[in-house]
Protein backbone atom coordinates (compact mmCIF):
# COMPACT_ATOMS: atom_id res chain seq x y z
CA UNK A 1 0.00 0.00 0.00
CA UNK A 2 1.03 3.55 -0.53
CA UNK A 3 -0.07 6.68 1.35
CA UNK A 4 -0.19 9.52 -0.76
CA UNK A 5 -0.65 13.05 1.63
CA UNK A 6 -3.26 15.69 0.81
CA UNK A 7 -1.55 18.50 1.84
CA UNK A 8 0.14 20.61 0.05
CA UNK A 9 1.32 20.35 -3.76
CA UNK A 10 1.64 16.57 -3.83
CA UNK A 11 -1.64 16.34 -4.25
CA UNK A 12 -2.63 14.99 -7.94
CA UNK A 13 -4.38 16.94 -10.19
CA UNK A 14 -6.71 14.33 -11.25
CA UNK A 15 -7.29 13.77 -7.31
CA UNK A 16 -8.15 17.05 -6.97
CA UNK A 17 -10.83 17.52 -9.77
CA UNK A 18 -12.74 14.55 -9.09
CA UNK A 19 -13.49 16.34 -6.10
CA UNK A 20 -13.87 19.63 -6.73
CA UNK A 21 -15.92 19.19 -9.70
CA UNK A 22 -17.92 16.67 -8.81
CA UNK A 23 -18.09 17.17 -4.99
CA UNK A 24 -18.49 20.13 -2.61
CA UNK A 25 -21.74 21.46 -1.63
CA UNK A 26 -23.60 22.24 -4.83
CA UNK A 27 -25.21 25.91 -4.61
CA UNK A 28 -26.79 27.89 -7.18
CA UNK A 29 -25.00 30.65 -6.77
CA UNK A 30 -25.10 34.35 -8.93
CA UNK A 31 -22.51 32.05 -10.78
CA UNK A 32 -21.81 28.31 -10.62
CA UNK A 33 -20.11 25.75 -12.54
CA UNK A 34 -22.66 24.07 -14.53
CA UNK A 35 -22.51 20.29 -15.98
CA UNK A 36 -21.74 21.81 -18.96
CA UNK A 37 -18.59 23.61 -17.64
CA UNK A 38 -17.81 20.78 -15.93
CA UNK A 39 -18.12 18.85 -19.51
CA UNK A 40 -15.65 21.60 -20.68
CA UNK A 41 -12.80 20.92 -18.16
CA UNK A 42 -13.10 17.47 -19.33
CA UNK A 43 -12.99 18.48 -22.94
CA UNK A 44 -9.43 20.59 -21.57
CA UNK A 45 -8.99 17.45 -20.12
CA UNK A 46 -8.59 15.15 -23.31
CA UNK A 47 -6.92 17.87 -25.42
CA UNK A 48 -4.10 17.82 -22.71
CA UNK A 49 -4.60 13.29 -23.34
CA UNK A 50 -4.18 14.00 -26.82
CA UNK A 51 -1.30 16.14 -27.25
CA UNK A 52 0.73 14.26 -24.42
CA UNK A 53 -0.27 11.20 -26.62
CA UNK A 54 1.18 13.11 -29.50
CA UNK A 55 4.36 14.40 -27.98
CA UNK A 56 5.24 10.15 -27.01
CA UNK A 57 4.48 9.32 -30.51
CA UNK A 58 7.26 12.11 -32.04
CA UNK B 1 -17.11 47.41 -3.42
CA UNK B 2 -18.89 47.05 -7.32
CA UNK B 3 -15.72 46.01 -9.12
CA UNK B 4 -15.60 42.71 -6.84
CA UNK B 5 -17.82 39.63 -6.61
CA UNK B 6 -17.46 36.88 -3.80
CA UNK B 7 -15.68 33.75 -3.87
CA UNK B 8 -17.55 30.83 -1.56
CA UNK B 9 -15.11 28.31 -0.40
CA UNK B 10 -16.59 26.21 2.49
CA UNK B 11 -19.39 26.69 5.31
CA UNK B 12 -18.22 26.23 8.98
CA UNK B 13 -19.61 26.96 12.47
CA UNK B 14 -19.81 30.80 13.03
CA UNK B 15 -16.95 30.16 15.31
CA UNK B 16 -14.81 29.99 12.38
CA UNK B 17 -14.62 33.37 12.32
CA UNK B 18 -12.25 33.88 15.06
CA UNK B 19 -9.80 30.81 13.50
CA UNK B 20 -6.74 31.47 12.87
CA UNK B 21 -6.42 29.16 10.03
CA UNK B 22 -8.10 31.99 7.82
CA UNK B 23 -5.62 34.16 8.04
CA UNK B 24 -2.51 32.45 6.95
CA UNK B 25 -4.27 31.55 3.69
CA UNK B 26 -5.10 33.46 0.73
CA UNK B 27 -7.98 32.99 -1.36
CA UNK B 28 -7.75 32.93 -5.74
CA UNK B 29 -6.36 35.90 -7.08
CA UNK B 30 -4.68 36.45 -3.70
CA UNK B 31 -7.15 38.35 -2.18
CA UNK B 32 -7.49 37.59 1.49
CA UNK B 33 -9.99 35.61 3.22
CA UNK B 34 -12.47 36.52 5.61
CA UNK B 35 -15.89 35.19 7.30
CA UNK B 36 -19.66 36.08 6.72
CA UNK B 37 -21.26 34.88 9.83
CA UNK B 38 -25.47 34.35 9.62
CA UNK B 39 -26.89 32.74 13.06
CA UNK B 40 -24.69 29.57 13.98
CA UNK B 41 -22.96 29.40 10.38
CA UNK B 42 -19.81 31.07 8.56
CA UNK B 43 -19.04 31.01 5.37
CA UNK B 44 -15.50 31.29 4.15
CA UNK B 45 -15.20 34.04 1.11
CA UNK B 46 -12.69 36.16 -0.67
CA UNK B 47 -13.64 39.05 -2.90
CA UNK B 48 -12.43 38.30 -6.50
CA UNK B 49 -12.04 41.15 -9.31
CA UNK B 50 -15.72 40.88 -11.00
CA UNK B 51 -14.80 40.50 -14.47
CA UNK B 52 -12.47 37.90 -13.76
CA UNK B 53 -14.85 35.58 -12.52
CA UNK B 54 -17.96 36.92 -14.88
CA UNK B 55 -20.04 33.64 -16.20
CA UNK B 56 -18.20 34.59 -19.74
CA UNK B 57 -14.77 34.72 -18.50
CA UNK B 58 -15.02 31.67 -16.28
CA UNK B 59 -16.44 29.61 -19.04
CA UNK B 60 -13.81 30.71 -20.89
CA UNK B 61 -11.42 30.14 -18.05
CA UNK B 62 -12.20 26.03 -17.83
CA UNK B 63 -10.70 25.68 -21.05
CA UNK B 64 -7.11 26.66 -19.84
CA UNK B 65 -6.07 24.04 -17.73
CA UNK B 66 -3.40 25.71 -16.40
CA UNK B 67 -5.89 28.03 -14.69
CA UNK B 68 -8.07 25.20 -13.49
CA UNK B 69 -5.52 23.95 -12.15
CA UNK B 70 -4.28 27.01 -10.18
CA UNK B 71 -7.77 27.54 -9.03
CA UNK B 72 -8.10 23.95 -7.96
CA UNK B 73 -5.04 24.13 -6.04
CA UNK B 74 -5.95 26.85 -4.58
CA UNK B 75 -9.44 26.21 -3.67
CA UNK B 76 -8.00 23.24 -1.85
CA UNK B 77 -5.37 24.86 -0.09
CA UNK B 78 -8.23 27.12 1.63
CA UNK B 79 -10.36 24.52 2.40
CA UNK B 80 -7.92 21.50 3.77
CA UNK B 81 -6.29 24.44 6.04
CA UNK B 82 -9.75 24.96 7.55
CA UNK B 83 -10.24 21.48 7.64
CA UNK B 84 -7.53 20.55 9.89
CA UNK B 85 -9.11 22.46 12.89
CA UNK B 86 -12.55 23.01 11.86
CA UNK B 87 -15.80 21.05 10.66
CA UNK B 88 -16.43 22.64 7.30
CA UNK B 89 -18.52 21.78 4.22
CA UNK B 90 -16.30 23.01 1.05
CA UNK B 91 -18.47 24.19 -1.85
CA UNK B 92 -18.36 23.16 -5.25
CA UNK B 93 -15.13 24.87 -6.82
CA UNK B 94 -16.02 28.64 -8.57
CA UNK B 95 -19.19 28.83 -6.52
CA UNK B 96 -19.47 32.98 -6.79
CA UNK B 97 -21.95 35.80 -5.43
CA UNK B 98 -22.17 39.00 -6.69
CA UNK B 99 -22.62 40.54 -3.30
CA UNK B 100 -22.35 39.62 0.21
CA UNK B 101 -25.90 39.33 0.81
CA UNK B 102 -26.44 37.03 -1.56
CA UNK B 103 -24.53 34.54 0.55
CA UNK B 104 -26.20 35.81 3.76
CA UNK B 105 -29.46 34.47 2.62
CA UNK B 106 -28.05 31.68 1.66
CA UNK B 107 -27.27 31.05 5.02
CA UNK B 108 -30.65 31.76 6.48
CA UNK B 109 -32.68 30.18 4.02
CA UNK B 110 -30.91 26.86 3.83
CA UNK B 111 -29.52 27.09 7.58
CA UNK B 112 -30.98 23.78 8.57
CA UNK B 113 -29.69 21.92 5.13
CA UNK B 114 -26.37 23.11 5.87
CA UNK B 115 -26.14 22.61 9.66
CA UNK B 116 -27.07 19.09 9.17
CA UNK B 117 -24.48 18.71 6.69
CA UNK B 118 -21.71 20.23 9.00
CA UNK B 119 -23.15 17.60 11.73
CA UNK B 120 -22.61 14.78 9.32
CA UNK B 121 -19.13 15.44 8.88
CA UNK B 122 -18.17 16.33 11.95
CA UNK B 123 -15.36 14.65 13.76
CA UNK B 124 -14.89 12.79 10.27
CA UNK B 125 -12.87 12.95 7.37
CA UNK B 126 -12.43 11.39 3.60
CA UNK B 127 -10.07 8.96 2.55
CA UNK B 128 -9.80 7.97 -0.83
CA UNK B 129 -8.76 4.49 -1.82
CA UNK B 130 -7.81 3.72 -5.38
CA UNK B 131 -6.93 0.45 -6.87
CA UNK B 132 -5.02 -0.68 -9.82
CA UNK B 133 -4.38 -3.98 -11.38
CA UNK B 134 -0.52 -4.82 -11.05
CA UNK B 135 1.17 -5.25 -13.78
CA UNK B 136 1.75 -8.67 -15.44
CA UNK B 137 5.04 -10.04 -15.54
CA UNK B 138 5.04 -10.89 -19.49
CA UNK B 139 7.99 -13.01 -19.10
CA UNK B 140 6.24 -15.59 -16.96
CA UNK B 141 3.47 -16.13 -18.94
CA UNK B 142 3.37 -19.69 -20.63
CA UNK B 143 4.10 -19.45 -24.17
CA UNK B 144 1.21 -21.16 -26.37
CA UNK B 145 3.83 -23.81 -28.22
CA UNK B 146 3.42 -23.26 -32.14
CA UNK B 147 1.69 -26.60 -33.05
CA UNK B 148 3.72 -27.97 -36.62
CA UNK B 149 0.60 -27.20 -38.25
CA UNK B 150 0.27 -23.33 -38.22
CA UNK B 151 2.21 -20.75 -39.91
CA UNK B 152 4.20 -18.72 -37.91
CA UNK B 153 1.96 -16.08 -38.50
CA UNK B 154 -1.11 -18.30 -36.96
CA UNK B 155 0.86 -18.88 -34.31
CA UNK B 156 1.61 -15.63 -33.48
CA UNK B 157 -2.01 -14.41 -33.78
CA UNK B 158 -3.01 -17.06 -31.69
CA UNK B 159 -1.28 -16.20 -28.99
CA UNK B 160 -1.78 -12.23 -29.30
CA UNK B 161 -5.32 -14.11 -28.28
CA UNK B 162 -4.34 -16.04 -25.79
CA UNK B 163 -2.45 -12.88 -24.01
CA UNK B 164 -5.73 -10.83 -24.87
CA UNK B 165 -8.01 -12.89 -23.50
CA UNK B 166 -6.07 -13.88 -20.07
CA UNK B 167 -5.92 -10.40 -19.56
CA UNK B 168 -9.09 -9.87 -19.93
CA UNK B 169 -10.00 -12.31 -18.02
CA UNK B 170 -7.62 -10.94 -14.72
CA UNK B 171 -9.24 -7.65 -15.59
CA UNK B 172 -12.35 -8.76 -14.58
CA UNK B 173 -11.52 -10.98 -11.98
CA UNK B 174 -9.66 -7.88 -10.55
CA UNK B 175 -12.25 -5.54 -10.48
CA UNK B 176 -14.80 -8.06 -8.76
CA UNK B 177 -11.80 -8.33 -6.09
CA UNK B 178 -12.22 -4.31 -6.00
CA UNK B 179 -15.60 -4.27 -5.40
CA UNK B 180 -15.67 -7.02 -2.49
CA UNK B 181 -12.90 -4.78 -1.26
CA UNK B 182 -15.14 -1.30 -1.58
CA UNK B 183 -17.77 -3.19 0.45
CA UNK B 184 -15.52 -3.98 2.58
CA UNK B 185 -14.59 -0.41 3.46
CA UNK B 186 -17.89 0.87 2.85
CA UNK B 187 -19.02 -1.15 5.94
CA UNK B 188 -16.52 0.91 8.49
CA UNK B 189 -17.43 4.05 6.97
CA UNK B 190 -20.18 6.16 7.45
CA UNK B 191 -20.77 6.78 4.24
CA UNK B 192 -19.22 5.90 0.83
CA UNK B 193 -19.14 7.67 -2.84
CA UNK B 194 -17.65 5.65 -6.21
CA UNK B 195 -15.75 7.72 -8.63
CA UNK B 196 -15.26 6.68 -12.41
CA UNK B 197 -11.58 5.08 -12.85
CA UNK B 198 -9.29 7.81 -13.80
CA UNK B 199 -7.46 7.97 -17.72
CA UNK B 200 -4.19 6.43 -17.07
CA UNK B 201 -2.77 9.10 -19.23
CA UNK B 202 -3.73 11.57 -16.11
CA UNK B 203 -2.49 9.32 -13.11
CA UNK B 204 0.77 8.33 -15.39
CA UNK B 205 0.25 5.00 -14.27
CA UNK B 206 0.06 1.96 -16.98
CA UNK B 207 -2.05 -0.03 -14.80
CA UNK B 208 -5.22 0.20 -15.32
CA UNK B 209 -7.78 1.80 -11.94
CA UNK B 210 -10.50 -0.73 -10.74
CA UNK B 211 -11.34 1.12 -8.04
CA UNK B 212 -11.48 4.45 -7.24
CA UNK B 213 -13.56 5.32 -4.08
CA UNK B 214 -14.01 7.66 -1.19
CA UNK B 215 -15.01 6.84 1.89
CA UNK B 216 -15.68 9.23 5.47
CA UNK B 217 -14.84 7.72 8.45
CA UNK B 218 -14.11 8.50 12.01
CA UNK B 219 -10.69 8.23 13.53
CA UNK B 220 -10.73 4.36 14.37
CA UNK B 221 -12.56 4.45 10.99
CA UNK B 222 -9.47 5.78 9.18
CA UNK B 223 -7.69 3.57 11.54
CA UNK B 224 -9.30 0.43 10.60
CA UNK B 225 -9.43 1.29 6.74
CA UNK B 226 -5.56 1.68 6.93
CA UNK B 227 -5.11 -1.61 8.28
CA UNK B 228 -7.77 -2.95 5.50
CA UNK B 229 -5.94 -1.69 2.93
CA UNK B 230 -2.96 -2.64 4.05
CA UNK B 231 -3.71 -6.55 4.23
CA UNK B 232 -5.52 -6.35 0.60
CA UNK B 233 -3.93 -8.46 -1.65
CA UNK B 234 -0.71 -7.40 -3.30
CA UNK B 235 -2.07 -8.20 -7.47
CA UNK B 236 -4.40 -4.92 -6.47
CA UNK B 237 -2.10 -2.06 -5.82
CA UNK B 238 -3.82 -0.13 -3.38
CA UNK B 239 -2.92 3.65 -2.78
CA UNK B 240 -5.03 5.19 -0.04
CA UNK B 241 -5.04 9.75 0.12
CA UNK B 242 -6.14 11.10 2.78
CA UNK B 243 -7.10 12.92 5.29
CA UNK B 244 -9.00 14.67 2.87
CA UNK B 245 -12.00 18.23 4.01
CA UNK B 246 -15.08 16.03 3.07
CA UNK B 247 -15.81 17.24 -0.33
CA UNK B 248 -17.32 13.68 -1.58
CA UNK B 249 -19.92 14.23 1.46
CA UNK B 250 -21.49 17.52 1.57
CA UNK B 251 -23.75 16.81 -1.39
CA UNK B 252 -26.50 18.94 -1.30
CA UNK B 253 -29.03 19.31 -4.41
CA UNK B 254 -29.59 22.63 -6.07
CA UNK B 255 -33.29 23.91 -5.37
Known sequence: ?58 | MNDHSVYLYAIGDAALADSDALAYSTGVEAGPLRTIVEGPLAAVVASVDRNQFSEQSLHAHLEDLEWVEKLARTHHEVVDRIAQNHSIAPVRMATVYLTDDGIRELLQSRCSELAATLDRVRGRSEWGVKGYAAPVDEASTPERDASSSDTPGTSYLMRRRAQRDRSAHRRERLATVAEKLHEEFAALAVDSRVYPPQDPRLTGRRDEMVLNAAYLVDEAGAALLARLVDAAPEELQLELTGPWAPYSFTNLEAT
Open chain 1, 1 to 58: MTLATTRTDDVALVDLLDRLLAGGVVITGDLTISLADVELVHISLRALISSVDKLIEQ
